[in-house]
């Protein structure tokens, strides 16, 4: 979860440029969404979240 929430600000507020002014929490939402659908993961054999999970477990969760 550490690692999340450090990719969470990094992303954010570098790449995504998110001011405080901005709806945080709206962002927020995007990108986990980003994160789990299209960001691919070294980690993952550069699969997102959701290919992995689809390609070695057949299913995903409504959250992805």
Not at 23 to 43: G, L, M
Not at 50 to 55: A, G, H, M, S
């Amino acid at each position: 979860m550490e690692a999340v929430n450090g990719w969470l600000k990094e992303e954010l507020f570098n790449d995504f440029h998110i001011k405080e002014s901005d709806d945080v929490r709206k962002s927020v939402e995007e990108y986990i969404f980003f994160f789990n659908n299209e960001r691919p993961a070294y980690a993952l054999d550069y699969l997102t979240p959701r290919q992995f999970k689809e390609k070695y477990y057949g299913t995903v969760s409504t959250f992805c």
